[in-house]
C-alpha cells in the first residue's frame, strides 16, 4: 500500500482567490490522479498528473482553472484558480503503482468558497 | 467507453445477517473491478480487487466480492454484517486494455443496524 497525505485538510476562501493542494506519496508511484468529490457523492476524475509534462485533463476540466504539477515520482499540486461557490468540494488525490494495480487515496481536501 | 452501475442508494441489514451490495459494469475488453468504502469524512480505501484468476475475490475487513462475466457483475458480500460495516460503498472499473481511466459508481450507503 501507499500512504498518501494531502494539505490543507480543509480551508474556507474566498471568491475569486486561488488554493494549492498539496499531495504526497510516502514511495514512488507510476501514477497520480486528481479526482473532485461532492460530500455523498460519487467522484470525478479531474485529470492525470504526467511527471514532468503538463497534466492529461478530463473533459470540463481546464489548466487555466486547475493547473496541475508534478515535478517527481512522489509529488503533486493540484490549484483551483479563481474560485467561485461551484468550486465548493473535496478534492482527492490518489495514486497508482502499476498498470494493475488499485489506487490509494489521501484523506481529502475540503475546501469551501464564500 | 466503459462504466459501473450501483442500482442500490442505501441498503440496510441487521447486524450479524449477510450483505450484499450490487454492482454491474460495462467495458470493451477485460474488466479491471475495484471496491472502495469511504467512512465520513475520509478518503476512500480500497477493499478488493478482481484482475484475473479465481472468480470470489477475499478482501478486507471479511469482504468477498463475486466476478460473473456472464451477467457483468461484481457483487460485494460479507457473511455477517457489522454495525461498523457502515459507510458508503464504490464500485469502480476499468478496461484492462492500455491506460484506461478508473470509473467510479455512485455509491451505495450500507446501514447496519444493531
Known amino acids: 500500500s501507499a500512504v498518501i497525505s494531502q494539505k490543507p485538510s480543509r480551508d474556507i476562501c474566498q471568491r475569486g482567490t486561488s488554493l494549492t493542494i498539496q499531495c504526497q506519496v510516502d514511495s514512488q508511484v507510476t501514477m497520480m490522479f486528481w479526482y473532485r468529490q461532492q460530500p455523498g457523492q460519487s467522484l470525478t476524475l479531474i485529470a492525470t498528473?504526467?511527471?514532468?509534462?503538463?497534466?492529461?485533463?478530463e473533459s470540463g476540466f481546464v489548466i487555466d482553472k486547475f493547473p496541475i504539477s508534478r515535478p517527481n515520482l512522489t509529488f503533486s499540486t493540484l490549484t483551483v484558480s479563481n474560485m467561485s461557490p461551484e468550486d465548493s468540494s473535496i478534492y482527492l488525490c490518489?495514486?497508482?503503482?502499476?498498470?494493475?494495480?488499485?489506487?490509494?487515496f489521501g484523506e481529502g481536501s475540503r475546501l469551501t468558497v464564500l | 467507453a466503459q462504466s459501473v452501475a450501483q442500482p442500490e442508494d442505501q441498503v440496510n441489514v441487521a447486524e450479524g445477517n449477510p450483505l450484499t451490495v450490487k454492482c454491474t459494469y460495462s467495458?470493451?475488453?477485460?474488466?479491471?473491478l475495484f471496491w472502495y468504502v469511504q467512512y465520513p469524512n475520509r478518503g476512500l480505501q480500497f477493499l478488493l480487487k478482481y484482475i484475473t484468476g479465481d472468480n470470489l475475490v477475499k478482501g478486507s475487513y471479511g469482504f468477498e466480492a463475486e466476478f460473473n462475466k456472464s451477467q457483468t457483475s461484481f457483487h460485494l458480500k460479507k457473511p455477517s454484517a457489522l454495525v461498523s460495516d457502515s459507510a458508503l460503498y464504490f464500485c469502480?472499473?476499468?478496461?484492462?486494455?492500455?491506460?484506461?481511466?478508473?470509473?467510479f459508481g455512485t455509491g451505495t450507503r450500507l446501514l447496519v443496524s444493531p
Open positions: 490518489s495514486a497508482r503503482r502499476d498498470s494493475a494495480g488499485e489506487l490509494f
Open positions: 469502480a472499473v476499468r478496461d484492462s486494455a492500455g491506460f484506461q481511466k478508473l470509473v
Open positions: 498528473a504526467n511527471q514532468g509534462s503538463e497534466a492529461t485533463y
Open positions: 467495458v470493451s475488453g477485460n474488466p479491471y
